[in-house]
């Protein structure tokens, strides 16, 4: 059983940055690749980023590259993302995932989720 928390989010104007985090419990961290997904009011959960389980690949949808980066650190049982230059259309609860078999580009049967952290942008 692997526990995701996540923390991190707030209130940032149009052009700020902000840093999530999400800390995994269990001492099998390193073996999951990790994601991180958002859901704005009304819209369905989308793919933001993805990392493989040893940090070597990385993936990112087209609304966020270049803005967005995701990093982990398995001696600290975390991964990371980076968002930079943010727009109002950012806003959203942001959610990680971890999947064992799958690098989580999809969300769809996703071995664990975090609770949520919301973030929100103000133009």
């Known amino acids: 059983q692997v526990q995701l928390v996540e923390s991190g989010g707030g209130l940032v104007q149009a052009g700020g940055s902000l840093r999530l985090s999400c800390v995994a419990s269990?001492?099998?961290?390193?073996?999951?690749?990790m994601g991180w997904f958002r859901q704005a009011p009304g819209k369905e959960r989308e793919f933001a980023a993805a990392i493989s389980w040893s940090g070597a690949r990385t993936y990112y949808a087209d609304s966020v590259k270049g803005r967005f980066t995701i990093s982990r650190d398995n001696a600290k049982n975390t991964v990371y993302l980076q968002m930079n230059s943010l727009k109002a259309e950012d806003t959203a609860v942001y959610y990680c995932?971890?999947?064992?078999?799958?690098?989580?580009?999809?969300?769809?049967?996703?071995?664990?989720w975090g609770q949520g952290t919301q973030v929100t942008v103000s133009s």
């Open positions: 995932a971890a999947d064992r078999n799958q690098i989580p580009t999809s969300r769809m049967n996703l071995d664990y």
């Open positions: 269990g001492r099998t961290f390193s073996s999951y690749s």
